[in-house]
């Protein structure tokens, strides 16, 4: 079993940045896939960002791309998400993922999910 706790999120003005973090429980996190996809207030959740298990490849949503920044550390057993030039759109939940399997960007492809973070960039 695998828990996962995001926090970091909170209000910013447009242009502004914000650090996400997900702190994960259970042994095997090293062995696992980890992503963030986000739920903007009436649209689907969508992909963000995904990082294999060990660092050495990363993903991005084409939205994200240049601006965000994923990367994680095995010892301490967490993932994080460096949101940069951050955007009135960029306003959502942001949720932490986990996956034994290899990297999707399908929120099905994720087993594990946390509570999910509030962000809010103002205009």
């Known amino acids: 079993q695998v828990q996962l706790v995001e926090s970091g999120g909170g209000l910013v003005q447009a242009g502004g940045s914000l650090r996400l973090s997900c702190a994960t429980s259970?042994?095997?996190?090293?062995?696992?896939?980890m992503a963030w996809f986000r739920h903007p207030p009436g649209k689907e959740r969508e992909f963000v960002a995904a990082?294999?298990?060990?660092?050495?490849?990363?993903y991005y949503g084409d939205s994200v791309k240049g601006r965000f920044t994923i990367g994680r550390d095995n010892a301490k057993n967490t993932v994080n998400l460096q949101m940069n030039s951050l955007k009135p759109e960029d306003t959502a939940v942001y949720y932490c993922?986990?996956?034994?399997?290899?990297?999707?960007?399908?929120?099905?492809?994720?087993?594990?999910w946390g509570q999910g973070t509030q962000v809010t960039v103002s205009s």
């Open positions: 990082i294999n298990w060990s660092g050495t490849r990363t």
């Open positions: 259970g042994r095997t996190f090293s062995t696992y896939t």
């Open positions: 993922a986990a996956t034994s399997g290899l990297y999707s960007d399908s929120p099905l492809g994720y087993r594990y």
